[in-house]
């Protein structure tokens, strides 16, 4: 009988950490691609600038 509940107990807690992981990682993406959507010029301008930089780091030091 306990062995039962024990089982029981365990199943929904391995299948509410299995959900918890999948909804989160849902909501990160979304979060992401909604933060994408609303970024301020500015900033987009500073993020390809940044990758640039970076790229030509890279570049400079394997040629």
């Known amino acids: 009988m306990w062995a039962f509940l024990l089982y029981l ?3 929904f807690m ?3 950490i299995v959900y918890e992981l999948t909804i989160n990682k849902k909501r990160r993406s979304e979060r992401l691609s909604e933060s994408v959507k609303h970024e301020g010029r500015a900033n987009i301008v500073y993020k390809e600038q940044f990758l640039d930089e970076q790229r030509n780091h890279i570049h400079d030091r394997f040629p």
């Open 9 to 11: 107990f365990a199943g």
């Open 14 to 16: 391995v299948f509410g």
